[in-house]
């Protein structure tokens, strides 16, 4: 598994726009063949005085060739999307892959997606989404 991590300053102005607009983005990305979930992720601790805003978003894709793929096929187009809605006031972007090594679930957490299945995926999507379980 690969954990694809993707940091972005945004200018101020327009960072709400951008996560209303980050969190659809991010919803049709995890629908391409390969990528099992996402989280969307603002530092802990911002400085919200300044010009710009961080926001972070860690997707976890089940293989390099699915992240190859996903580069070549749907990255340009989702890219100039961002860049004409936002242009300049995308003030950086970096990406970094990781191989994931191991990865622990609590035995509580465990049990719970268990007897749950259903439940977790319902309140991870509510989550993501920033929506209502029940809306």
Excluded at 30 to 53: N, Q, S, V
Excluded at 97 to 112: D, G, H, M, Q, W
Aim: glycine share 2%; net charge neutral; proline share 3%.
């Amino acid at each position: 598994m690969i954990c694809w991590e993707v940091t972005i300053e945004i200018d101020a102005s327009v960072y709400s726009q951008f996560i209303e607009w980050n969190s659809k983005h991010v919803n049709e990305i995890i629908r391409c063949d390969g990528f099992i979930k996402a989280a969307i992720l603002k530092p802990y601790e911002e400085d919200t005085t300044g010009d710009t805003r961080i926001v972070i978003i860690q997707y976890i894709v089940d293989s390099m060739t699915s992240m190859e793929t996903y580069q070549k096929k749907h990255a340009p187009k989702f890219r100039a999307e961002a860049e004409a809605l936002f242009g300049d006031k995308i003030i950086g972007a970096s990406r970094r892959a990781f191989t994931v090594l191991e990865e622990l679930i609590s035995e509580k957490n465990l049990k719970f997606r268990q007897k749950f299945p259903h439940k977790f995926f319902i309140q991870f999507i509510a989550h993501i989404t920033n929506m209502p379980i029940w809306a």
